[in-house]
């Protein structure tokens, strides 16, 4: 073992044939006055660009609900939006869109697309749902859509990109899969 790292040593540092040395420092020397001076030398621009860009209202987060937000989507508030349900599980998905009202408009599956038995636990047949949900809530006059998952299913993200490639845009993807407190006793571990 020390062999190798007198070897691999001998190498790095320029001491074998063929190979080209390679400087290294003792002592790296910066200290706090160093970088004192860099900061009151750097570009002031800078920063009145990134102050520019960031409006008031503007979050990452959705809004609280409660809270006035100064988002629109096409005129519509965050409460406003409606919401696809994507319940992705370990034999098929399903999607269904909701008015901010509770009001189904599309609700689809997999094996509705014509998807049968171990098909329908595919990315593809998924996102083909999706894109079928997507089109249909378009018709109807659906263009921005809030996402809530459910689920740990192979469809979880191939769905999500079927509704956009339907001609829906996602606002905001919020995952609520169920996770039990040591629940119920697990299926037993396949053999193979």
């Not at 869109?97 to 329908?120: H, I, P, Q």
């Amino acid at each position: 073992m020390q062999a190798a790292l007198a070897i691999a040593r001998r190498w790095l540092w320029g001491g074998g044939s063929g190979c080209f040395s390679i400087p290294f420092p003792r002592s790296i020397q910066t200290g706090i006055p160093r970088f004192q001076k860099l900061l009151e030398n750097s570009d002031s621009a800078t920063d009145k660009e990134l102050d520019s860009t960031q409006s008031k209202g503007f979050s990452y987060l959705p809004p609280v609900p409660g809270a006035e937000s100064s988002m629109r989507w096409d005129g519509k508030k965050f409460e406003e939006i409606p919401i696809v349900h994507i319940k992705a599980t370990h034999n098929n998905t399903h999607i269904q869109v909701f008015t901010a009202e509770k009001v189904s408009l599309v609700l689809l599956t997999c094996g509705y697309m014509g998807f049968r038995n171990a098909k329908k636990s595919t990315a593809l047949a998924a996102q083909t749902t999706g894109i079928a949900a997507g089109n249909k809530a378009a018709k109807k006059g659906v263009h921005h859509v809030r996402v809530v998952v459910k689920g740990l299913g192979p469809g979880r993200l191939a769905a999500i990109q079927g509704l956009t490639l339907g001609g829906l845009e996602v606002i905001s993807i919020t995952d609520n899969t169920p996770v039990p407190h040591n629940g119920c006793r697990p299926r037993k571990a396949r053999r193979l």
